[in-house]
């Protein structure tokens, strides 16, 4: 029967937190300075402002598990997409895993202009088509619909306008035209040579590889 949540304001270090079956109608003020927060359970409560609900936990960086079903807010018609888009370190949400099309279509409704920019940029280059769309494949009938650049962003028709208004745009342009990169080392002192290997006649120790990735 718990309705208020006063009593966690000292709690910074939660990593889980567990308040489903209760009668809180409001958490505004109450969890957003959880920022460890991995797993919340707030099912079968009466919250009813999904808004002020997802707002109070965008500083939860760390949030993978939520529960929000069984509360008025989770009635809304685009409540799932909601959630995913604003809070996208979440991966489990009402006990079902977020898939990337869930993604992939809060992105398209929350932010068009950041999907169409997805789009356009896949390893340097222009792609026509949707986020839904097979590429290559010989069986298509139709052509893929041509993506039509929003107006104010055009680069090759001599305008002085700015390429992108929000700078998250161009920081996402930069971040997705990186390419992933490789490299491995092996000590080479420590490898034995054919002759040595005759000579000692056994078998062959696994070579000490250091692989590291970078973007």
């Known amino acids: 029967q718990i309705q208020d949540l006063t009593f966690l304001i000292k709690n910074y270090c939660l990593t889980e937190l567990y308040l489903n079956n209760n009668e809180l109608t409001d958490i505004s003020g109450a969890l957003k300075h959880l ?46 997409l909601y959630v995913i888009y604003f809070l996208p370190s979440v991966q489990l949400l009402d006990r079902k895993l977020v898939t990337q099309r869930e993604r992939e279509s809060a992105l398209h409704l929350y932010n068009p202009k950041r999907a169409w920019l997805a789009q356009s940029v896949a390893f340097g280059k222009r792609v026509d ?40 745009d161009a920081v996402l342009v930069r971040a997705m035209t990186r390419s992933l990169m490789e ?33």
């Open 183 to 215: 490299f491995s080392s092996v000590d080479w002192n420590k490898v034995a040579t054919c002759q040595e290997r005759r000579l000692e006649n056994k078998a062959e120790e696994p070579l000490e590889k250091l692989t590291v990735q970078f973007r």
């Open 129 to 168: 088509t949707s986020l839904g769309t097979t590429v290559g494949s010989s069986r298509c009938t139709q052509p893929a619909p041509r993506l039509i650049m929003p107006s104010g962003h055009e680069f090759g028709n001599n305008t002085n306008k700015v390429p992108f208004e929000d700078p998250e």
């Open 35 to 80: 920022r460890s927060l991995q797993i919340l359970f707030l099912h079968n409560n009466e919250l009813k402002k999904l808004h002020k609900t997802v707002k109070e936990m965008k500083g939860m960086i760390s949030l993978q598990t939520l529960n929000l079903f069984q509360n008025p807010l989770a009635y809304d018609p685009d409540y799932r």
